[in-house]
């Protein structure tokens, strides 16, 4: 095969003279339409309940219905809004418009979404993250929200008793769906369980957010004695609670997140 100059000798070879040729006579037209989007589910624990935050929409399409917080890719530079430098800083900034974040939180990418109708107006292709963070503050309405609200996996049809009392729009049900189980699953296998909890913590704190998020009761002995045994998960800090058990016991010893990323071994919903 020729190289970009239909030079065999060039096959191969990067020519930065020939690709700002190419790119002049470049046509973006020339192909259909697609938009960009992010959407995050963004996750934290309140009174033992896993919540979402959720608001609804004042716009069409699906206007009244329940969404995720999300948004168009910004894609260059405008009078009162820059372009997004990367996908991350677009699900950070249209997560900041519906409530205040910590200085530290959990982002992860979630997955793509692309079907060819989930979008009624144009070809939509959204990139989802997940966000978990201790104790996210109530939120506010924006510019395309009538509402704004944390609303538990419960009342959206996930856990024990779970029964789905919000129509969400597009395909965000699907999305919410695929996050619960992507913080179910990586509980298992990684430390993501502190992203839950404050910077120091109790083992209890810690056995209370894997219950919130597996849904189930867990044996307080046997968790506590496998967290201990995890190397790397939690390190003790050599400080007590300021406070005993609701039952007026010891103080509890406080621990902070050990630093491993993978869990070994595993703690698995089913050996609880």
Do not use: C
């Not at 049900?173 to 993501?192: F, H, Q």
């Amino acid at each position: 095969m020729d190289g970009p100059t239909g030079d065999p000798r060039g096959a191969g070879r990067y020519d930065a003279a020939d690709e700002r040729r190419y790119l002049a006579g470049y046509d973006p037209n020339a192909f259909a339409p697609v938009a960009v989007t992010v959407d995050v589910v963004a996750t934290t624990i309140r009174d033992g309940v896993p919540h979402v935050l959720l608001g609804r929409r004042t716009r069409q399409p699906q206007r009244g219905r329940w969404a995720l917080p999300g948004g168009f890719v910004r894609a260059q530079d405008g009078p009162d809004a820059p372009a997004d430098r990367d996908l991350p800083d677009a699900a950070l900034r249209v997560l900041t418009e519906k409530t205040p974040l910590p200085a530290e939180l959990h982002l992860e990418q979630l997955g793509t979404y692309g079907a060819i109708a989930r979008d009624p107006r144009m070809r939509v292709v959204s990139v989802a993250y997940m966000v978990l963070a201790p104790d996210l503050p109530d939120p506010h309405t924006g510019r395309d929200t009538a509402e704004a609200a944390w609303v538990p996996w419960t009342a959206l049809g996930h856990g024990d008793g779970g029964r789905d009392r919000h129509e969400l729009a597009f395909d965000h049900a699907r999305v919410l769906a695929d996050a619960i189980e992507r913080a179910r699953s990586k509980l298992e296998y990684t430390a993501l369980a502190t992203a839950f909890l404050p910077s120091t913590f109790t083992i209890s704190a810690l056995r209370g957010v894997y219950e919130a998020v597996w849904g189930r009761t867990l044996h307080a002995a046997n968790f506590h004695r496998k967290i201990l045994a995890t190397p790397g998960f939690v390190e003790d800090t050599g400080e007590l609670a300021e406070r005993g058990g609701a039952g007026g016991g010891r103080r509890a010893r406080l621990y902070r997140a050990g630093g491993a990323a993978l869990l070994h071994p595993p703690l698995l919903r089913g050996a609880q």
